[in-house]
């Protein structure tokens, strides 16, 4: 079966082009794409050779993980539906995970369509909302599952570092859940989209000391205080800002520099989370969340680009040459 696919056939090179997928199976469902939206950080560091699957860094010795077809989020349409399947329609629109690919370094494709997809890989959506809200479902779970990491009260201090699209959504979520949230990041124009307001506070790195401001807004402490960004002097720094008792989340990729002293930790009795991955019990609970409007998509988009051009989209992402955030390739 043929089809076409964002390929990275080498680091910084990116190509639209034909590829083979196995022929579909009767567990398996054919939907051909409308939208997918890019993961900046993930995929950028596949990219760059940075990682080989998932949350695996690349390490000398490890296998040249190109060419690959990278993504893992998009909506389309339901084109052919396997025999062992009788809970979709042909012309449904679905959210669709993890498509299959042949012949590349990995069997699985985002960026691709038609894509062939399990249908434990697929979600309905609801009728009444844009699809393209939903073509980022994986990245805003990922928010969701940070920001809900962790016991916070009504009104205790959470701090949230990165304002790329994971701590947009993680700063989203634990304002849904109640918490006074300040969102680190240093863009103007990405901090200006969480809002501000009693319990929404902005703090812009590039122009005041982070963690002093955190200390001045939170002077007993912040009970929650999560990283985006993979740094480690960012997960460091949280131990000054800390009450007692309280979480620390980790929800960037720190590559092989990731390691971190627990005896700092002790002194306040500091818990660590690590979320990673998806499950479908959260990725129902987004689906609800963006069609109440709790978790907002749609104003995180700065972009679309036609997916004949998404090594333009790639270019704009890289070298930041106007202000990016949300870029989603239409088909």
């Given amino acids: 079966m043929k089809a076409n696919g964002v390929v990275f056939t080498a680091p910084s090179q990116v190509e639209y082009k034909q590829v083979n997928c196995p022929e579909p199976g009767p567990e ?75 012949g590349l370094f990995d069997a699985r494709a985002g960026h ?28 805003t779970q990922v928010g969701y599952n940070s920001g809900t990491r962790g016991r916070i009260d009504i009104g205790e201090g959470a701090v949230v570092v990165g304002d790329g699209l994971v701590g947009q959504w993680t700063a989203q979520t634990l304002a849904w859940r109640g918490a006074k949230v300040a969102l680190v990041g240093k863009h103007k124009d990405r901090l200006d989209r969480f809002g501000s307001g009693p319990n929404r506070i902005l703090i812009n790195s590039n122009e005041t000391d982070w963690k002093a401001a955190v200390q001045d807004i939170f002077p007993e402490g912040v009970q929650i205080a999560v990283d985006t960004v993979g740094s480690m002097d960012i997960m460091n720094g949280f131990f000054d800002v800390m009450k007692r008792d309280g979480h620390l989340v980790s929800a960037g990729f720190y590559g092989t520099a990731d390691q971190i002293s627990l005896q700092p930790l002790r002194y306040k009795e500091l818990r660590i989370e690590l979320p990673s991955g998806a499950t479908g019990e959260r990725l129902d609970k987004t689906i609800d969340l963006i069609a109440a409007g709790h978790l907002q998509t749609l104003p995180l988009i700065t972009h679309h680009f036609p997916v004949q051009k998404a090594a333009e989209a790639w270019r704009l992402i890289t070298e930041k040459s106007e202000p990016v955030l949300g870029v989603v390739l239409d088909w």
């Fill in 28 to 102: 398996d469902v054919v939907v051909r794409l409308t939208h997918s939206w890019i993961s900046n950080g993930t995929e950028g560091s596949y990219l760059r050779g940075e990682r080989i699957d998932g949350d695996t860094p690349y390490r000398e010795g490890d296998p040249w993980p190109f060419p690959i077809i990278s993504g893992y989020q998009k909506v389309g349409v339901v084109e052919w539906i396997g025999d062992a399947v009788d809970d979709l329609e042909i012309g449904e629109t679905v959210f669709a995970l993890f498509g299959r690919v042949d």
């Fill in 112 to 139: 691709i369509s038609p894509t062939v997809t399990s249908r434990k890989q697929i979600w309905k959506l609801p009728k009444d909302v844009d699809p393209v809200a939903f073509s980022g479902l994986i990245l």
